[in-house]
Structures are given as structure tokens and as C-alpha cells.
């Protein structure tokens, strides 16, 4: 990914970089923590990283700071980005989040505009931004932290002060000229973070979930398609590692493909709540310093932009504080990993061998397994979709720890949980498509092994349970066992079945569903 880095135009960083060592160099550069722990070390700090550069003088309740003269963020963008060096990951990192949160600016300027609270030409100008910072334009401007003091009014004032410059250029105005449009008093008109960024957040987890939708269905597919593929392959089923008794490699195959479906459903499902949001809340969900019609007609608007059926929350105090909507969401997710990671762990047990293991089926070889073992062979795609999915369920945890802080009117802890179910959404989708297109996809069956193993296990007697009893059965399996015998030889040799019943009833692709048998007298 390109982006114009913010700083350092001393160093004659006006072009677009991707590379990560310079990126951790000039990251490191910030954690100058000595001269960002107050504002007057904060501006200190800006001047150093600035000299010899094109600024401009902004300023803010605490005091004046330097900004670079050819961004379009302001003040409080640089002091947000100088105060959180946390995650490395910033904002442009998740562009579905920024297209959210230009949607919702753009729903509020459209509603105070139809409000007559903003004229016409200004309105505009705004939307025109909002438009651009919706296409991903200007995301290399969106350069805070992910994880956030201020319950992401960061994030909010780095949005606003973009657009409002954008704005202003349009209009003939220079950047930072704020009496004319001001990112307070225009762009952020009857709002506060406190609304606008959980439903931007919510927003643009509804965008992400599309792509995780689509890649977790065509993992449905592919896992039907080699169902259909195998379902003449016979194997021996087992529970808890033992073997149990006949199935096909199609049927077990089968099964993954109906779990995953039901999580898509679910998936599908769940994310409707990112679709109630609480704009017109205002600071707690009273509304205070909005319009009274503000509400409904920016809601309205979002609904025009995006062409979902968004809603406006029943108790905006509760919307406000109350984050279970995005835990709910989160603890699907996790179900969802937790049942990915399940079937990885088949695929890895399925695959072991080649030869003192199961090997009943053959992964893509994707990489060299051992730097010592010659010829070794791993299963690297299950085994790092597995890691992956215990990523995911760990980040639902920080979202369960961040949704519990809440307290009283607001969950100042909403940055994290946000961040982690971003990060969520994105490594699932990913890791889905990478298990679909690297592993399943090239799954091959050894049938050969499949029938080996079948016909030399104890299992298949227990297809005779309702014609020779259980206790018989359990007698020739314990003889079959201790001896080394196949089942067959011992049901004759015990006289509980004769050879011709046996060839009749052992038929291990008739135990592959009911096949009741008549109880032998």
C-alpha cells in the first residue's frame, strides 16, 4: 500500500513510500516521548520534525503547533499522532473505515444543509470533500492510531480537519482558514465523536463484511465440491481418535461444507446491527447542541448515501455507552474461528503420514517442511489459518474486556475494541480465502490408504449390533483385536455369524446410512 508520509519534508519526503524500514525509522523518530508529553513540548517537537518545510500556525485549546502546509489534517490530527504510537497501524490501514466515516459527514452536512444550519455554498464544498475522502483519495491524510486516548476524538478531528480543508480549497480559501469553515463549527455541526465515530465504525464493519461473507462462501463451495468429489471414497469414521465405524471421505467433507454454511448465515445475520446507529446523540445521547429534526434527517441521509436500511437506535443514552451490538458481531466471529481452526485440525490429522500416519487425504505441498528432516512436507496452510483463528478468538476477548469498561454515559474504550474487530474481520477474510485457494481447493484423496485402513479396522461389526446383539459384537471385537484377526474371520470362527451372512451384511457402503437388520434367531 502507497502513502505520502505526514512528516519530515526536511528529509524531501514528498513522494510516496511503502517501505516498511523507512516507515520504522521515521516511526521511531516519534517516540520522542520527552518532547510530546505537554503542549508546549508537543509544538517544540513539531518545529524539529518540520524545519525547513512549508507550515502553516494552527492552534487549538492548547496552543499554536505546526502543521505541514500541503496536508490537509490540522492541529489536532498532529497532536493525536504525535501523542499515540501504539499499534503502528493507522487509519489508511482500514479504508472501508474511512469511506464510513466520509459517509456519515457527508449524511450530516446533508441534514444541517436541509436544516438551513449550513448554506448552500459551504454545504457544497463539504459534500464535494466528503465525496473524495468516500473514493479513498485522501486516506494517506487519515494518520492517527488506531488505539486511542479521547474515545477516538482523534480519529473524529482527523476526519474533520480533512474535509474542512479540502473544503476550503475548493472554495479559494487556504488550509487552516477556519473562520470561513471551521472543522468544529461546520463539519462537525450537531455531532460529536461520541455518535459519529461508533456509527463510522459500525459503518465500515458493515462494508468489511462483505468480503468476509463472499470468501467464507466460496469456502462452502469448495469444501461441497470435494464432497461431491469423494463421496464414493470409503473410510472409517472415528470418534474421540478411535475408530468407529464406515463413512465416506465425501460425507466428512460434506459436514465442513454445512458448518461453514451455517456460520455464513450467521454472519449474514449478525451484522444487521451494525446498521442501528446513534447520530443525533450528540455528546451522551441527549441530543444537546443538535437541531431537534437533526436526528432523523441525518439518518435519512446516511440511508440515501449508502443504500442500506439503516435505523436510528430507540434510546440514543443507551446507544451511546452500550457497545453489545459490536460484541455481539465479535463473539460470532470468534464461533466462526473457532470452528475454521476445528476443521484445520481435521485436515492437519487427516493428512499425517505419509506413512505412520492416517494419510487418507493429500494436502498442496506449499513449502519445505524441515531445515533437517529431508523430504519432509508440512500442512503450512491449516497450520497458520489455526494461528490465525486464535488471533481472532484473543481479539475477541480485548473486545469483551473493552465493551465491560463502559462506564456510566460512554465507553471511552471503544478505540480497542474497534481496532480489534476490524482486525478481526480482515485477517478471517483472508484467512478463509487463503485456506479455499492454497489448501482445500488441491485436496487430493488417497483411496487406497482410505480402503486399508477400513478393512482392517474392528469397527464395521458394529453394522451386526441388530442382528447378533451387542454382546457378541463386542466379543468378536475384542478377539479381533487382541489377535490380529480380521472381524470377519473371527465372527465365523466364533459361530455367530456364517460366511455368507457375513459377506451379505459387512458391507461397509451399507453402513454409510440407517440399514437396520433384522435380529437373527
Not at 493507522?90 to 466520509?102: C, S, T, V
Not at 465416506?248 to 459436514?255: D, K, M, P, S
Not at 446507544?319 to 465479535?330: D, E, I, P, R
Not at 513449502?367 to 519432509?376: E, F, H, W
Request: overall charge neutral.
Amino acid at each position: 500500500m502507497h502513502f505520502r508520509f505526514p512528516f519530515f519534508p526536511s528529509f524531501h519526503i514528498y513522494r510516496y513510500y511503502s517501505s516498511p524500514f523507512f516507515l520504522k525509522i521515521a516511526y521511531s523518530l516519534l517516540r520522542m516521548s520527552a518532547l510530546i508529553r505537554s503542549a508546549p513540548k508537543a509544538a517544540a517537537a513539531s518545529r524539529i520534525f518540520l524545519r525547513g518545510a512549508a507550515t502553516r500556525t494552527e492552534s487549538d485549546l492548547l496552543g499554536e503547533l505546526q502543521v505541514p502546509a500541503d496536508h490537509y489534517y490540522g492541529v489536532q490530527t498532529m497532536r493525536g499522532y504525535l501523542s499515540y504510537d501504539i499499534t503502528g497501524k493507522r487509519l489508511y490501514d482500514f479504508p472501508n473505515y474511512i469511506k464510513a466515516y466520509g459517509m456519515v459527514k457527508k449524511a450530516a452536512i446533508t441534514a444541517n444543509n436541509r436544516l438551513g444550519l449550513v448554506p448552500d455554498d459551504k454545504a457544497n464544498a463539504v459534500k464535494q470533500a466528503c465525496d473524495e475522502v468516500i473514493s479513498g483519495k485522501w486516506n494517506s491524510e487519515f494518520i492517527v492510531d488506531m488505539i486511542q486516548g479521547g474515545a477516538g476524538t482523534s480519529t473524529n478531528m482527523n476526519t474533520n480537519e480533512v474535509i474542512t480543508n479540502r473544503a476550503l480549497e475548493i472554495m479559494g480559501h487556504p488550509r487552516g482558514d477556519y473562520e470561513f469553515i471551521s472543522p468544529n463549527d461546520i463539519v462537525n455541526k450537531c455531532q460529536s465523536t461520541n455518535d459519529t465515530y461508533p456509527s463510522s465504525a459500525k459503518l465500515g464493519m458493515y462494508l468489511d463484511h462483505f468480503a468476509m461473507v463472499e470468501q467464507m462462501q466460496l469456502l462452502v463451495d469448495s469444501f461441497a465440491k470435494k464432497a461431491e468429489e469423494f463421496k464414493d471414497v470409503m473410510k472409517m469414521g472415528r470418534t474421540q481418535l478411535q475408530d468407529g465405524v464406515p463413512m465416506t471421505l465425501g460425507q466428512e467433507f460434506h459436514a465442513y461444507s454445512t458448518t461453514l454454511q451455517e456460520d455464513v448465515d450467521l454472519v449474514k445475520e449478525a451484522a444487521k446491527v451494525f446498521l442501528t446507529v446513534n447520530l443525533g446523540g450528540t455528546a451522551i445521547g441527549t441530543g444537546t447542541a443538535a437541531h431537534p429534526d437533526y436526528s432523523a434527517a441525518a439518518v435519512k441521509a446516511l440511508r440515501e448515501i449508502t443504500g442500506f436500511d439503516i435505523k436510528i437506535a430507540p434510546d440514543l443514552i443507551n446507544a451511546s455507552s452500550n457497545t453489545s451490538g459490536m460484541l455481539y458481531f465479535s463473539g460470532v466471529l470468534r464461533r466462526c474461528a473457532v470452528k475454521l481452526s476445528q476443521i484445520c485440525n481435521d485436515l492437519r490429522l487427516l493428512a499425517s503420514g505419509p506413512r505412520c500416519g492416517l494419510h487418507e487425504i493429500n494436502l498442496p505441498p506449499r513449502a519445505p517442511g524441515s531445515s533437517i528432516m529431508p523430504g519432509k512436507v508440512n500442512p503450512v496452510i491449516p497450520e497458520v489459518v489455526n494461528q490465525t483463528c486464535f488471533q481472532i478468538i484473543g481479539g475477541d476477548l480485548t473486545c469483551s474486556l473493552a465493551s465491560e469498561a463502559g462506564q456510566l454515559e460512554l465507553n471511552v474504550m471503544e478505540p480497542v475494541l474497534i481496532y480489534n474487530l476490524f482486525n478481526n474481520i480482515n485477517m478471517f477474510t483472508r484467512a478463509t480465502k487463503t485456506l479455499r485457494t492454497l489448501c482445500v481447493d488441491g485436496i487430493t484423496a488417497d483411496k487406497a490408504q482410505c480402503e486399508k485402513l477400513l478393512n482392517n479396522s474392528i469397527g464395521i461389526v458394529t453394522g451386526l449390533l441388530p442382528y447378533i446383539g451387542y454382546k457378541k459384537c463386542s466379543t468378536a471385537a475384542k478377539i479381533a483385536n487382541q489377535t490380529g484377526k480380521s472381524v470377519k474371520d473371527v465372527l465365523v470362527e466364533q459361530g455367530f455369524c456364517t460366511k455368507q451372512e457375513v459377506e451379505e451384511l459387512l458391507v461397509p457402503e451399507k453402513m454409510t446410512k440407517p440399514n437396520y437388520i433384522t435380529k437373527k434367531h
